[in-house]
């Protein structure tokens, strides 16, 4: 499995996992966190079901990706847009397509992976989800109430949607320590006085399992590893007792031996905290592990969604295929190489209609010329692929000639279990 250890360094809890195309982990299900009780972790129907998509056209279907839970989302993302506009020379306007139309919902309790590869829109979507940057359309809702823009408005936002990033180095300052670090947010944001903040930082850090806190409150960060760093940038945003944590790639630049225990920790979180968590990864193996549901990114759009077990065990599109096809299974004697079937595309100028078909071993006439809108193909798995249209004329399913559908299909595609996924009809 990618990048997820079978064991780790002491002050990491360990757990026991398997590859995401060899099964669910032997102790820790993910069924056994989606089986929760607890209002976030309640069956029943969506409030935001998928509606019957239209054959044609950009996503304008009305479906939210995101774990199905009755009543209102912690945070929701509606037709969000983001086009970044750069200098192409002599005066001409282009733009970077990073985001098109996507809406999310993060229900409390529940975590949402995002995956895909690199440059796909991942971080982009994140960022516009904490209000760093402005979306070009679209908008994003905190408990169904529209974010404001004012000062107090952003103050609440700020304080109820916390982001952990990448490298825990560069989100704490050199040359404070841990101290500082946790008690800054808790006078900014809570009236506690100086012995209940004493008290509180001692069990921020209790929360993210480091004991006895006495021992890190005077560290630098320079003193801690990687793993324990990544501890305090998430205890610094539980001071402020978040609704929301977006976490892009927090373990991938961890040492492998310690991933697993910041994994544990966003799962515990999860439930202990009632956490809307989005957890944004090129690693689709670590979201089976972590996630109740996957959404799958591709050139800037959404292109598979639905629940973690279904999208990683019944992939229904061509690209979740081919991720999954790259992510080391011990099953496997061999591992496919993802590159070997071409790079993400230019978002500047993006490819017509699918923007995968360029790279896609099934590519037919119409995957060039009209973008596939998603499509219920199982419970709450949405997948935008042509080849789940029923309707198509003969000369639109004419094989479409790219330097990927030149090559033999990989036998591990071909094998794939296709339930609702792409079968040419
Ligand atoms: N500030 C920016 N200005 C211009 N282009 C950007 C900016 N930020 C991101 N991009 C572009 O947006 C696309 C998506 O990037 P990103 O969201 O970082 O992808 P990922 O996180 O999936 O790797 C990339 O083509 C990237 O170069
Ligand atoms: S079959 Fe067509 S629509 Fe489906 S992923 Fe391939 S190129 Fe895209
Ligand atoms: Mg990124």
Not at 78 to 105: N, T, W
Not at 169 to 194: D, G, I, M, Q, W
Request: glycine letters at 8%.
């Amino acid at each position: 499995m990618t990048g997820i250890p079978e064991s780790a360094e002491p002050a990491e809890p360990t757990q026991p996992v398997r590859g995401a195309g060899s099964g669910r982990p032997a102790e820790r299900t993910p069924g056994a966190h989606r089986a929760r009780s607890g209002p976030a972790a309640q069956s029943g129907p969506s409030t935001y079901s998928a509606s019957s998509a239209p054959a044609t056209g950009s996503d304008q279907s009305g479906i939210v990706h995101g774990p199905r839970r009755p009543g209102i989302p912690a945070l929701e993302a509606r037709h969000l847009v983001k086009h970044f506009p750069i200098r192409a020379g002599f005066g001409s306007a282009q733009v970077v397509h990073a985001v098109e139309d996507i809406s999310i919902a993060l229900p409390a309790g529940t975590v949402t992976a995002v995956v895909g590869e690199s440059g796909s829109g991942k971080s982009t979507l994140a960022r516009l989800l904490t209000g760093l940057i402005k979306p070009t359309a679209g908008e994003v809702l905190l408990d169904g109430v529209p974010v404001g823009t004012g000062a107090k408005a952003r103050r609440q936002y700020t304080s109820s949607v916390h982001l952990v990033l990448q490298d825990p180095f560069s989100s704490l300052n050199a040359v404070h320590t841990v101290r500082y670090h946790l008690e800054r947010p808790l006078k900014l944001h809570t009236k506690l006085n100086r012995a209940e903040r004493a008290q509180k930082m001692r069990e921020l850090l209790e929360r993210v399992s480091l004991t006895p806190a006495d021992n890190y409150l005077d560290k630098y960060p320079h003193e801690l590893s990687g793993g324990q760093r990544q501890r305090i940038a998430i205890a610094r945003g539980l001071a402020v007792q978040p609704r929301v944590l977006l976490a892009d790639e927090p373990v991938s630049m961890l040492d492998v031996s310690i991933r697993l225990g910041v994994l544990n920790l966003l799962d515990d979180l999860r439930s202990g905290e009632n956490l809307a968590t989005l957890y944004v990864t090129h690693d689709i193996a670590s979201a089976r592990y972590l996630a109740d549901c996957i959404v799958v990114m591709y050139a800037g759009q959404v292109v598979e969604s639905g629940p973690a077990e279904k999208i990683t065990d019944e992939p229904a599109h061509p690209y979740t295929q081919l991720l999954l096809s790259a992510a080391p299974d011990p099953a496997r004697a061999e591992t496919p190489v993802l590159a070997g079937r071409g790079a993400p595309p230019s978002l500047v100028t993006p490819p017509s209609g699918c923007r995968f078909h360029p790279r896609c071993p099934f590519a037919m006439a119409v995957c060039a010329d009209a973008t596939p809108a998603p499509r219920q193909v199982g419970d709450d798995h949405v997948s935008a692929c042509w080849l789940h249209a029923t309707d198509l004329r003969e000369d639109q399913r004419a094989p479409l000639v790219t330097a990927a559908a030149a090559d033999p299909v990989p036998a591990v595609l071909a094998a794939q279990p296709s339930q609702g996924g792409p079968q040419a009809e």
